[in-house]
């Protein structure tokens, strides 16, 4: 078979080729980022029937992607973890300690455009020109002989980045690509809070640049709840079904879809 590709919740994808299996930035519970934040939409999740996994990788220190009670969860229950199943990182001090204390093996650091070969899977870390955070991040290719899927996450890229990719793998089969412009920061520091066009555009740019035989929106499956609920009509300025709109328009020979978890 090909890969099978299945959003789990916000950016955690459980990617399922062959014999192996791959689980990135896993968030398992509720709540998020210091519990000021709900998965949204909500998931039932039954970890019971979760397949082993081979590979885990972990795309940046932000706490929707580093969720720390899902990584203790997954060090402690030998149920989904394989007993060497290998954990890709970035080189992170404080996140690469995290693991040490939670007594993570097999640990490898990744670096840009460097390829791992792992259990007939061919891993392709991707940069992020992301001045913003002081710590790395990284988008990840998983390619399986015949298949080739991106996942960009929260990555920033350029031009020569995505040059990169293609003189890499071609044309890509699926990406999951950055649609949402996050604007907390803006709430906060009493910036403007309308859409913001010129970040908005790029992640069209990034899609219709990629070229991908198939795209779906990724990373924002979460709001805030209870007294912080009404941070929610200012910090998601738009929703998948629009950004799929706007990249029709924008790009109307890329096949895409809405990506909820469960697809």
Same mark, same amino acid.
């Not at 390829?115 to 990284?138: A, M, R, W």
């Given at each position: ?10 950016a955690?994808?459980?990617? +399922? ?21 709900v ?7 039954? !970890? ?14 932000? $706490?929707?992607?580093?969720?720390i009670?899902? *990584?203790?969860? !997954? ?27 939670? =007594? ?10 460097k ?13 992020? *020109?992301?001045? +913003?955070?002081?710590?790395? =991040? ?17 990555t ?14 071609? +044309? ?56 912080f ?10 929703? $998948? =079904?629009q ?21």
């Amino acid at each position: 078979r090909n890969m099978i590709t299945t959003l789990i919740s916000h950016a955690c994808l459980l990617v +399922q080729s062959r014999d192996t299996t791959l689980l990135t930035d896993p968030v398992f519970f509720d709540y998020l980022w210091e519990d000021c934040n709900v998965q949204c939409p909500s998931i039932n999740l039954d !970890l019971k029937k979760f397949p082993k996994v081979d590979i885990l990788n972990i795309s940046h220190r932000h $706490q929707d992607h580093f969720d720390i009670r899902t *990584l203790a969860y !997954l060090a402690k229950d030998a149920s989904i973890l394989a007993p060497d199943a290998v954990v890709l990182a970035p080189r992170d001090e404080i996140l690469l300690e995290v693991l040490k204390e939670l =007594e993570f093996k097999n640990v490898r650091v990744v670096e840009d455009f460097k390829t791992f070969e792992i259990k007939g899977l061919t891993l392709t870390v991707t940069p992020s *020109l992301n001045k +913003q955070d002081y710590f790395p =991040e990284h988008g990840l290719l998983v390619h399986d002989g015949e298949v080739t899927i991106w996942n960009q996450v929260d990555t920033i890229v350029s031009p020569d980045i995505i040059k990169v990719i293609h003189r890499l793998y071609g +044309q890509l089969d699926f990406a999951h690509v950055r649609y949402l412009p996050l604007l907390e920061g803006s709430f906060s520091f009493h910036n403007p809070l309308e859409l913001p066009v010129e970040e908005y555009s790029s992640f069209l740019k990034v899609a219709s640049a990629c070229r991908p035989k198939f795209a779906v929106p990724g990373s924002a499956g979460f709001k805030y709840r209870d007294e912080f609920g009404f941070l929610n009509q200012y910090s998601f300025p738009t929703t $998948q =079904e629009q950004f799929l709109r706007d990249l029709a328009d924008f790009c109307p020979d890329i096949a895409s879809d809405v990506f909820y978890p469960g697809d």
